[in-house]
């Protein structure tokens, strides 16, 4: 008697379990998708369908090679899913069968590029952003400033938004190697507010006081990106995000 209800105890267990583990929906992403769409979708997803969504933060490389592997059911990251797959293969991450790669956007985003609230100069060409990205412009005063160093905010996580900027304005050329380093994109507005000589990327949600925008923004997708059919959880999140869910993205 004992013996059986031990283990019908260790089999209701395992149910409980593998239930627990059957409700969620795994995603391997970073910040900007986190913030903008996880987050805000996170709690009503859950109390419709019972449902939890499990976040892995990673870059995208990293995100991508999580998927690739089968350990989550998709991966976002903040650039199209062309422009992901190339980096993935320049980076050194092995993606087989590229065809299966499917991906929803649920937003998009734009990049901003930011200078302190106060400097003169009002605007940047991408020919100008161009040479301060890449080192070849370096005193404010050759854009019509005050006469000082320009220092470059980049972080050292690695983004989206830092591939999309690298292909769009400076055109996949080498950045200036003396640069201003912050951890993540995050903290470039506070980074530019504090020194008067920054520039560097903010994303759409990172705007504050003390910084101002000195050239047109870059729109990129937040791309979820999956292989195959997706998991019937997944499906699911799909089907939340392109509904109800568009009420609580930001």
Sequence with gaps: MNRLFISTAILLALLTSSAACADEVKIATGHTIIKRVIEPVRSAFRDKTGIDIHIFYNDPLPALAEL?????????????????????????????????YNSYVPVTEKLMIMVNAGNRVKALSKEQLKGVFTGKIRNWKEVGGDDAPILVVWPSVSSGALVVFKARVM???????????VETIADTPDAIAATPEAIGIVTETGTEAGIKEIAPAIERPLTLAYKGKPSPNLQKLLDFLKGEGTLYIK
């Excluded at 998709?74 to 087989?96: F, N, Q, T, Y």
């Design 171 to 181: 055109d996949n050329e080498t950045l200036i190697k003396d640069v201003y380093d």
């Design 68 to 100: 690739e592997k089968g350990n989550v059911d998709a991966a976002g990251a903040s650039l199209p899913l062309e422009a992901w797959l190339e980096m993935a293969k320049k980076g050194g991450v092995a993606v087989k069968e590229i065809g299966t």
